[in-house]
């Protein structure tokens, strides 16, 4: 499968932005798909999960309340909702899709990556 992030830009503190991941090649529906951000100099951070039928989702405590992510599985597409930004959550957005193997906080879990999309957060 192959992942496009889109949605990325430069907010202030407290508003919002809608990050889509569109994805093509095999059936999307069969992946479970997850949200990671990696900051300058940091390692790359666990933000949101959704299963396949997208009743059941997992969120980094850091956003928890804040992002909502959220999929179609008729679009191939899944979406990160994020209110309420702050500074800290600067990073370059990656989506990723896995088989349903390994832990979903990890990186090493998912096959499959986006380039990822810069969401700037100023204060």
């Known amino acids: 499968v192959q992942l496009q992030a889109s949605g990325g830009g430069l907010v202030q503190a407290g508003g919002s932005l809608r990050l889509s991941c569109a994805a093509s090649?095999?059936?999307?529906?069969?992946?479970?798909m997850g949200w990671f951000r990696q900051a300058p100099g940091k390692e790359r951070e666990f933000v949101a999960y959704?299963?396949?039928?997208?009743?059941?989702?997992n969120y980094a405590d850091s956003v928890k309340g804040r992002f909502t992510i959220s999929r179609d599985n008729a679009k191939s597409t899944v979406s990160l909702q994020m209110n309420s930004l702050k500074p800290e959550d600067t990073a370059v957005y990656y989506c990723?899709?896995?088989?349903?193997?390994?832990?979903?906080?990890?990186?090493?879990?998912?096959?499959?990556w986006g380039h990822g999309t810069q969401v700037t957060v100023s204060s």
């Open positions: 990723a899709a896995r088989l349903g193997r390994g832990s979903i906080y990890s990186t090493s879990s998912y096959s499959y």
């Open positions: 090649g095999r059936t999307f529906s069969s992946y479970y």
């Open positions: 959704i299963s396949v039928s997208g009743g059941g989702t």
